[in-house]
């Protein structure tokens, strides 16, 4: 059953969504789960699923738990569990993810790093330290 919000729009079951012929520019930090359809150009960071439609194209690296992409990213990805790339996929830039599942006619242009699970990214830790200088002083 598809619940209605309070303004009788359908709830898209707690992604949000960047539709086709939107731009944005700019980071995006969420803990919820995000569609792309549109341009993001800038960085993306997820507590939840990122999913890159057809149409998606992000330039910028992306961060997050799972990650189902069919569109375009320019960066590099941390994937913190699962990465597919659809038949569509056109990943340009390096991944670090503990899984990943890649359909014919995917592509990537870059380095790929196995994790183990649990295991916690060289990426995360550089990022973190960058965005707080105070990290690993006493």
Do not use: H, Q, Y
């Not at 729009?9 to 569609?35: P, Y």
């Not at 830039?93 to 649990?118: H, N, Q, S, W, Y």
Request: include cysteine; proline fraction near 1%; charged fraction near 25%.
């Amino acid at each position: 059953m598809i619940k209605k919000d309070f303004f009788g729009s359908e709830n898209n079951g707690g992604f949000n969504k960047i539709i086709e012929g939107t731009e944005i520019t700019g980071d995006i930090v969420s803990d919820s789960n995000i569609i792309v359809e549109g341009d993001v150009i800038g960085n993306i960071s997820c507590s939840g699923k990122v999913i890159i439609g057809n149409t998606g194209k992000i330039t910028g690296n992306l961060v997050c738990i799972d990650a189902d992409i069919e569109g375009t990213l320019e960066g590099e990805l941390t994937i913190e569990n699962l990465l597919v790339l659809r038949s569509t996929a056109r990943i340009t830039g390096d991944i670090e993810t503990v899984r990943l599942a890649i359909e014919e006619g995917g592509f990537f242009e870059g380095a790929c790093v196995m994790k183990k699970p649990g295991e916690t990214s060289s990426r995360l830790l550089r990022n973190s330290a960058e965005s707080n200088p105070n990290i690993g002083e006493d």
